[in-house]
């Protein structure tokens, strides 16, 4: 079991940026593919960024390219979601998620293996 917990949250103006972390319980944390979905009132959950264990492969939902950034921190177990020139369009709440494939398994809700509790973003415009 992998427990997950995100900070980092909040209310940003659009153009703004914020940066969320999600540190995850386990020392094999550097075994787990990582990314970063996000949740908007009424819709469902949508993928928005992952690594790969080693940091090497990254991917990015095509709204969120050259804007928004993931890292990890293997030392200390954390991932990072750098979110830059926001929009009011990225409101949501965001969810930490783990994986014990492949990194392309993370591109659908359906591949991850663990959850964080979520991180409420607004972007007011």
């Known amino acids: 079991q992998v427990q997950l917990v995100e900070s980092g949250g909040g209310l940003v103006q659009a153009g703004g940026s914020l940066r969320l972390s999600c540190a995850a319980s386990r020392n094999a944390f550097s075994m787990y593919a990582m990314g970063w979905f996000r949740q908007a009132p009424g819709k469902g959950r949508d993928f928005v960024a992952a690594s790969s264990w080693s940091g090497s492969v990254t991917i990015y939902e095509d709204s969120v390219k050259g804007r928004f950034t993931i890292s990890r921190d293997n030392a200390k177990n954390t991932v990072y979601l750098q979110a830059n020139s926001l929009k009011p369009e990225d409101t949501a709440v965001y969810y930490c998620?783990?994986?014990?494939?492949?990194?392309?398994?993370?591109?659908?809700?359906?591949?991850?293996?663990?959850w964080g509790q979520g991180a409420l973003v607004t972007v007011s415009s």
């Open positions: 998620a783990a994986r014990s494939g492949s990194v392309y398994g993370l591109r659908q809700p359906q591949g991850v293996d663990f």
